[in-house]
């Protein structure tokens, strides 16, 4: 593929997050919104707005945006959508920027369901199957979503739930798991370090009541760096990713 080829086909691949994210969020936004959210250089974002712009699949105020007439064309209103799509385009954005696997979950029973997933592109790399389940205690994604929790249902699962040991690390005990839980509200943030699969390290924060966002990294490449990145990504995409 020529270089003149690869620009454009980058171009209309922006394009088309943009729109998605323009669907996916209720109300406006400006450029850096979208940089931060999509990962595309400013200096990329002028014209790429300004084309959705003329098109009318977005409508321009000094320097915020919002969702055009023409977008009523190709999707539904905001409300409609799915937790798993308004988060797919975070899902890519961050997958993009740390080239580690991304995964959105939701909660199904005691599991955690991996709804939305972008494997890394790298050789050494953990996959997650789409609509894959696995036990709440076993996962930094499932522990979010625990700690989103009310008491009741926290209480409720710790009642109900089979908490089996899947690695040698597994937390399966309920004062150990409550103490986790606790530092997740405090910090936004869960942690799994082969708890799940030998040699997988695996960050994750809630995103509200909808499921969580997680990041899972081969141990050979998770270092106090690639933590500290995972880290301020997932937490600036749970600011933005916000109510339906």
């Known amino acids: 593929m020529s270089e003149a080829r690869n620009g454009s086909v980058k171009s209309a691949t922006r394009a088309l997050d943009i729109m998605e994210y323009a ?19 400013l200096s990329s974002m002028s014209y790429l707005l300004g084309t959705l712009v003329e098109r009318e699949y977005l409508s321009r105020d000094g320097r ?37 696997t991304t995964s959105f979950f939701g909660r199904s029973g005691w599991e955690a369901e991996a709804l939305v997933t972008e494997a890394s592109e790298q050789a050494l790399r953990y996959a997650v199957s789409q609509n894959s ?37 597994t937390i399966t005990d309920e004062s150990r798991l409550r103490r986790e839980i606790e530092q997740v509200r405090k910090t936004g943030i869960a942690r799994s370090r082969e708890e799940f699969s030998p040699g997988i390290a695996a960050i994750a924060c ?19 760096a690639t933590e500290r990145e995972a880290i301020d990504l997932l937490l600036a995409a749970a600011a933005k990713f916000g109510p339906a």
Do not use: C, W
Request: glycine share 6%.
């Open 23 to 41: 669907v996916a969020r209720d109300g406006q936004f400006t450029a850096q919104d979208v940089a931060d959210t999509l990962g595309i250089p």
């Open 64 to 100: 915020r945006y919002e969702r055009g007439p023409a977008m009523a064309r190709l999707a539904a209103e905001p409300h409609s959508f799915s937790p798993a799509e308004r988060a797919r385009p975070i899902v890519r954005s961050l997958r993009a920027k740390l080239n580690e």
């Open 133 to 169: 389940r696995a036990p709440l205690h076993a996962l930094a994604a499932g522990k979010a979503i625990l700690a989103a929790m009310e008491p009741e249902e926290l209480s409720a699962y710790f009642r109900d739930s089979e908490r089996k040991a899947l690695t040698p690390n």
């Open 206 to 224: 809630p995103m509200g009541k909808d499921g969580s966002l997680s990041v899972a990294i081969p141990l050979v490449r998770f270092d106090e």
